[in-house]
């Protein structure tokens, strides 16, 4: 089952000095995480952009689908998997 939040809350990230994603943080909680997939989406340019970097991730408690939003240089989590 997944669950699919609307609000898609912000989370921190934590990089690796590559750049890779090794951490996220969200609701008082660090979780080390693995990316298992990445993309990148970039639509709607005739309104208000949108450019997303998408990073499935597991962590030792769940399964995660969150993004980098490259406009406003947020990270936000938007799906969680049971």
């Not at 921190?12 to 993309?39: H, K, M, Q, T, Y």
């Amino acid at each position: 089952m997944t669950r699919l939040l609307r609000a898609h809350p912000r989370i921190g990230a934590e990089l690796d000095a590559d750049g890779r994603l090794v951490a996220i943080s969200w609701a008082d909680r660090r979780e080390p995480v693995e990316v298992c997939n990445r993309w990148r989406v970039e639509e709607q340019w005739w309104r208000d952009p949108i450019a997303r970097d998408y990073y499935k991730v597991g962590g030792r408690r769940w399964l995660a689908l969150v993004y980098r939003d490259r406009i406003a240089g947020t990270w936000h989590l938007e799906r969680l998997y049971d």
